[in-house]
Structures are given as C-alpha cells and as structure tokens.
C-alpha cells in the first residue's frame, strides 16, 4: 500500500563512481547540513552507507547518509519520503548510535524507524545557527589572549575537554573513557582549526572546528572553566575564531542547545542568528 503512493520513487545505494548524485543534494541547501556534508566528504565507501532516493531518473530527491554510527536523513525540505524499506535489512548489518539533523526530518526518520522496532532512548535539541559576515565588536576582558592550540596544550586541555564531552556530548548515564577523550584532542588540534583563550598565561577557555562543508565550517568544543563564565570570555573567543573562518571565505554554523541561555546569548551578541531546530537521537 505504502508503495503505491510513491510509484516513481526508488531508494538506491550510492557508491563512490556515483557520488555526484548525493553530492549535488547535499550542495542544494548546504547551509542545513553542514555536519552531514563534512561526513559525506570523508566517508569511506566501503565502511559507511549513502542512500539516494531518486524520482523518475530525474536526480536525487533525498539521501539517507550513514557514517561512523550516525544516521542522518538529508531530505532537502520534503515531506513526500518514500518509506526506506530497506533498513530493516541494511540495519541488522551496521551499527546505529544516533540520528541527527533537523528536527522536523529526525522525527520523520523516527517515524520510519519505529515500525522496525527501533527507538531512541533519549533525545537533545538545539539551534542551528549561522554566521556570514564578521561578528559584531565584542569587548576583550583584561587580561585575556588569545592563541592556536598546540600539541603541547594537551595535558592542560584535556580536563576542559572532558568536561566539555560531559557537559554536551555525552548522553545521560554514559561513562566518559578518558582515554578516547585524549584520542579526540589529539585529533581536533591536529585536523582542525581551534583556538585557546589564556588568562595569565592558563588556559580558561577553547573553541573548535569540528565539521566543514564545501563552503563553511562549524563551530563545536566550546569551553569555559565554570569560575571564568558570564564575563564575555565565550564571547571574545567566539568572535576572534569565526573572524578567522570568515577571512578563508568560509560561511560559520554553529548549533547550541535549546536549554543552555547562556550560550545562545554569547552568540547572539557574536552576530549569530538562528537559523532552524536541530535534534541528536541516541539509540
């Protein structure tokens, strides 16, 4: 029955000679999928799973990509999806984390989901947010500097690290592993761009690339000690880094949770608007 509503519609799996299919739908609206375009550019063929749903032959209407754990629906605004019948199969080989993206098509992949007896054990939801253009004069606490972060920040990092993994990665009840914690670090201030605030000579504050897409980047490991909060660090150091990007003639996304004010305002006052809902499903 399902499939009659949908008789030009047919879910295929995309391998690398194809990718100029899933890549044009992701560079349709790439300002919303910025985190599933970075995944898509480094995706290996063999160990992660892209499903384009076509029309009549005509392109690409919608694209399921599946890396590293993640599932994240890329359906370009339209509500006519195609059941993807296959998950029932494809699922009972790969392994399923999360789902993430905008919150309208997370809870249309939940929907399908669901019948095949999967549903997620906790959600988060956030703003996108967005940037293109330098941020708005953000007033330098005294005494605060800024710099690049180097491997030989790691073992001062690592504790902002991980209570940055616990505060905002992690969900509820997971054990942090201190030890892929560091391997996260290491990886961060050797692929990514990233910036450190100092007091003193300390390190109080970090930020962080931690997606790009074919003409932005997104913000993500943002930082501060609890003692340094609400005195413009996370301001400053938001401000200083997208001025950075910005200079590469980079577009800057950012998301932020719906919950944490604090942070939504630091941004807000930075020049970010907010763009769209965003939600990450744990499975």
């Not at 699922?91 to 095949?116: H, Y």
């Not at 491997?151 to 054990?175: C, H, N, R």
């Not at 932005?216 to 150091?237: D, M, N, W």
């Amino acid at each position: 029955m399902e499939m009659e509503r949908f008789p030009l519609y047919r879910w295929w799996k995309a391998h690398e000679i194809e990718r100029i299919w899933p890549e044009t739908l992701l560079k349709m609206k790439e300002i919303y999928y910025v985190a599933a375009c970075s995944r898509f550019m480094t995706m290996s063929f063999i160990k992660d799973h892209a499903w384009v749903l076509t029309s009549g032959g005509i392109g690409a209407s919608a694209m399921l990509l599946h890396s590293k754990g993640s599932l994240f629906p890329v359906f370009n605004g339209k509500t006519d999806i195609a059941p993807p019948f296959f998950l029932e199969r494809a699922l009972k080989n790969i392994t399923l984390c999360s789902l993430q993206g905008l919150s309208e098509e997370v809870g249309m992949l939940e929907a399908m989901l669901t019948p095949l007896g999967i549903a997620g054990r906790e959600a988060v939801n956030f703003k996108l947010m967005t940037l293109e253009r330098n941020p708005s004069p953000i007033k330098t606490p005294a005494g605060l500097s800024f710099r690049r972060a180097e491997k030989s920040d790691i073992d001062e990092l690592l504790p902002l690290q991980a209570a940055y993994e616990k505060e905002e990665v992690l969900p509820t009840g997971a054990i942090l592993d201190i030890r892929v914690c560091r391997c996260n670090l290491e990886r961060i201030i050797t692929k990514e761009k990233s910036l450190v605030a100092l007091l003193d000579g300390r390190v109080i504050g970090k930020i962080n690339t931690n997606a790009k897409s074919y003409s932005r980047c997104q913000i993500g490991g943002v930082y501060v000690l609890p003692e340094h909060r609400g005195k413009g660090v996370a301001s400053s150091l938001t401000a200083i880094f997208s001025r950075i990007l910005l200079a590469e003639n980079k577009g800057v996304n950012l998301f932020v949770n719906v919950n944490n004010t604090g942070a939504r305002k630091a941004y807000t006052r930075c020049g970010f608007q907010e763009l769209a809902d965003y939600r990450i499903v744990y499975i």
